[in-house]
Protein backbone atom coordinates (compact mmCIF):
# COMPACT_ATOMS: atom_id res chain seq x y z
CA UNK A 1 0.00 0.00 0.00
CA UNK A 2 1.43 3.55 -0.41
CA UNK A 3 0.98 6.77 1.52
CA UNK A 4 2.67 9.97 1.45
CA UNK A 5 4.69 11.24 4.55
CA UNK A 6 5.69 14.67 4.54
CA UNK A 7 5.11 14.94 0.65
CA UNK A 8 7.44 11.99 0.05
CA UNK A 9 5.92 8.52 -1.23
CA UNK A 10 6.30 5.41 0.89
CA UNK A 11 5.21 1.84 0.56
CA UNK A 12 3.89 0.22 3.65
CA UNK A 13 2.16 -2.85 4.44
CA UNK A 14 -1.08 -2.79 4.50
CA UNK A 15 -2.51 -2.71 8.07
CA UNK A 16 0.06 -0.70 9.61
CA UNK A 17 -0.40 2.22 12.50
CA UNK A 18 0.78 5.74 12.85
CA UNK A 19 3.08 4.05 15.91
CA UNK A 20 4.67 1.70 13.52
CA UNK A 21 5.29 4.50 11.35
CA UNK A 22 7.39 6.30 13.49
CA UNK A 23 9.05 3.33 14.33
CA UNK A 24 9.89 2.44 10.94
CA UNK A 25 10.80 5.67 10.36
CA UNK A 26 13.37 5.99 13.35
CA UNK A 27 11.64 9.34 14.83
CA UNK A 28 11.34 9.80 18.27
CA UNK A 29 7.76 10.11 19.58
CA UNK A 30 8.57 12.98 22.37
CA UNK A 31 8.29 16.70 20.56
CA UNK A 32 6.13 14.84 17.04
CA UNK A 33 2.62 15.46 16.09
CA UNK A 34 1.05 13.74 13.64
CA UNK A 35 -2.02 13.88 11.01
CA UNK A 36 -3.67 12.47 8.57
CA UNK A 37 -5.59 13.81 5.83
CA UNK A 38 -5.23 17.17 7.33
CA UNK A 39 -6.72 16.01 10.99
CA UNK A 40 -4.48 15.92 13.78
CA UNK A 41 -4.60 13.05 15.53
CA UNK A 42 -4.04 12.92 19.06
CA UNK A 43 -0.78 10.67 20.34
CA UNK A 44 -3.46 8.60 22.86
CA UNK A 45 -4.59 7.09 19.21
CA UNK A 46 -0.73 6.07 17.19
CA UNK A 47 -1.05 2.31 18.41
CA UNK A 48 -4.67 1.91 17.20
CA UNK A 49 -4.90 4.44 14.26
CA UNK A 50 -4.56 2.44 11.14
CA UNK A 51 -3.14 3.59 7.73
CA UNK A 52 -5.20 3.32 4.77
CA UNK A 53 -3.63 3.71 1.18
CA UNK A 54 -3.53 7.02 -0.38
CA UNK A 55 -3.45 8.70 3.29
CA UNK A 56 -1.13 12.12 3.37
CA UNK A 57 0.24 11.96 6.67
CA UNK A 58 2.52 14.92 7.67
CA UNK A 59 4.63 14.40 11.00
CA UNK A 60 5.50 17.92 12.49
CA UNK A 61 8.62 17.86 14.78
CA UNK A 62 8.63 20.87 17.74
CA UNK A 63 11.68 22.86 17.84
CA UNK A 64 13.13 24.88 20.78
CA UNK A 65 14.11 28.56 19.50
CA UNK A 66 13.68 31.76 21.02
Known amino acids: MHITVNDAPQALAP ?4 LQLLTALAQP ?18 QHY ?15 GG
Open 29 to 46: LTGTALAVNGAIVPRERW
Open 15 to 18: GQTL
Open 50 to 64: SLQAGDDVVLFRVIA
